[in-house]
């Protein structure tokens, strides 16, 4: 099953992409960002937002 995932080492935890997700899928938790499978969409908003080039997705 296809998800988003996170290159903990370039995600910056700037937030960007918690503030563009119009499903709360995702969420900066401590010093990690958590994705939540079950609630995201693979809209991809999350993914061309990102400065850093930190998400992807997988199958
Ligand atoms: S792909 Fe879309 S729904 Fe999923 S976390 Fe990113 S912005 Fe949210
Ligand atoms: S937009 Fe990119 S760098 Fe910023 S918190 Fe999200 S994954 Fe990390």
Redesign the pocket.
């Known amino acids: 099953m296809k998800r988003?995932v996170v290159n903990r080492y370039k995600c910056a935890y700037c937030g960007a992409?918690v503030s563009?997700?119009?499903?709360d899928?995702?969420e900066l938790v401590e010093t990690y960002l958590e994705?939540y499978p079950d609630?995201?969409?693979?809209?991809?908003?999350?993914?061309k937002t990102c400065p850093m080039g930190a998400?992807e997705v997988v199958e």
């Open positions: 988003i992409c563009v997700c119009k499903f899928a995702n994705i609630k995201c969409t693979l809209c991809m908003v999350c993914v998400l």
